[in-house]
């Protein structure tokens, strides 16, 4: 070796109180090996909550496949059901008119109304014997709940987009792989 020298670790190191190497390894060796198991039982746990969560993202998948496949049947009669009210309530008028120019015929009338047409009262129609007033009271009670039926018809598809957009995120951050 020319002209270097190997100088040798000594036995102690000057603190107070003094460190020897082989104590100051021997402790950093235990601290790497704590490390070491704290990190290996977060990777386990990790592992666990990783598996938990794709089993709870299943279940989801399933119980939000099964609500959206019943509100898709359910759906279709209702959208044809609340249009078929549309219609009825829109010919409120036309039905009251119509009302007045059925004719009932005498068979159906009491024997002193057959007698006080035979007399030469006029002969009665369904419009003597239903009230527009009434029918018209009635219509704007079916219009109400016409439009609670189709406002919850609303918020129950707002629901269901709510629902399949939700699982949709859920399905990819647990699909995701980072």
């Not at 279940?59 to 078929?84: P, Q, V």
Request: with cysteine.
């Amino acid at each position: 070796m020319s002209g270097r020298r190997r100088t040798r670790l000594s036995e102690d190191v000057g603190a107070t109180p003094p460190i020897r190497p082989s104590q100051l390894a021997s402790r950093y060796s235990h601290t790497a090996h704590v490390h070491h198991d704290h990190i290996n039982h977060v990777v386990i746990s990790l592992h666990y909550q990783h598996e938990a969560i794709r089993i709870a993202s299943a279940n989801l998948d399933i119980n939000a496949l099964a609500i959206m496949e019943t509100f898709e049947g359910i759906s279709a009669g209702s959208k044809r059901e609340l249009e078929k009210q549309v219609m009825l309530l829109s010919g409120l008028e036309a039905d009251l008119d119509l009302i007045s120019r059925v004719r009932i015929h005498s068979e159906f009338m009491s024997p002193a109304v057959r007698k006080s047409i035979e007399a030469g009262e006029k002969s009665r129609s369904l419009g003597d014997y239903v009230s527009n007033v009434k029918m018209k009271q009635v219509a704007e009670t079916c219009a109400r709940t016409h439009d609670d039926l189709r406002q919850r018809f609303h918020q129950a598809e707002g629901a269901i987009k709510e629902l399949t957009e939700g699982t949709n995120v859920v399905r990819l951050a647990v699909g995701a792989k980072k």
